[in-house]
């Protein structure tokens, strides 16, 4: 079957950093996105990798290694604002999207 | 100002009910997307179409019905409403970048 595994929940400090990981077993690949979704709200879009390194925008920056299965999403300069969920979703060889769970960030003053 | 409209953005009906959700996009956009989405959980693609006259089952897709008579208007339809379809639907698009761009989502409670 194909699977996206993030955390269920974490938690930082305003102005801190924040890695969020994403670990992936998917039929193919063609592709990983994030998005962010505020409570009550739509994903809207942050970042794709579909290639192996880090793509930065902005506070955010994205990592990919397809060896490995595995990205993470990088907050910098942490604001309140940044509370939220963060969707991981890979599209898969039929360029379908599998989506995690997501990962509820909370952020402390 | 949206470019994805979803209507109604809330909705409490009874069991047995026929509904329909709708959703228009102003973005020229030909792939369009239902999604549902449970408080804290991953989205499940329930029907998709790549343009006019063309629609894809998704994962849930078993107990609606979708049309793509013009690429502006995607309407879901649940032909008889049950309690396990109360939640999230999510209408979305796509330029074929594979970004979306989500409506805000019409939120459903059957009783």
């Known amino acids: 079957g194909q699977n996206i595994d993030q955390p269920t929940e974490m938690t930082a400090t305003e102005g801190a950093i924040v890695q969020i990981n994403c670990t992936y077993q998917?039929?193919?690949?063609?592709?990983l996105f994030w998005y962010q979704q505020h409570a009550g709200e739509a994903p809207t879009f942050l970042s794709y990798?579909?290639l192996d390194g880090l793509e930065e925008k902005g506070r955010f920056s994205s990592f990919l290694s397809r060896s490995k299965g595995y990205s993470y999403l990088l907050l910098k300069e942490l604001q309140m604002k940044d509370s939220a969920s963060y969707l991981c979703?890979?599209?898969?060889?039929?360029?379908?999207?599998?989506w995690g769970a997501g990962t509820k960030l909370i952020i402390k003053p | 100002e949206a470019d994805i409209y979803q209507t109604p953005r809330y909705l409490v009906i009874g069991t047995g009910k026929k509904i329909t959700l709708e959703c228009s996009q102003t973005?020229?956009?030909?792939?369009m997307y239902w999604y549902q989405q449970d408080p804290g959980m991953e989205l499940h693609l329930i029907h998709y179409?790549?343009?006019?006259?063309?629609?894809e089952k998704g994962d849930l897709s078993s107990e609606s019905t979708v049309s793509r008579i013009r690429t502006e208007h995607f309407p879901l339809t649940l032909e008889s409403a049950r309690p396990s379809h109360t939640s999230q639907y999510l209408c979305?698009?796509?330029?074929?970048?594979?970004?979306?761009?989500f409506g805000e989502g019409s939120r459903l409670t059957v009783l």
């Open positions: 998917t039929s193919g690949f063609n592709g």
């Open positions: 979305a698009t796509s330029a074929g970048t594979g970004e979306l761009f």
């Open positions: 179409s790549y343009g006019v006259n063309s629609t």
């Open positions: 979703a890979v599209r898969d060889q039929d360029y379908q999207l599998i």
């Open positions: 973005m020229g956009h030909d792939k």
């Open positions: 990798n579909v």
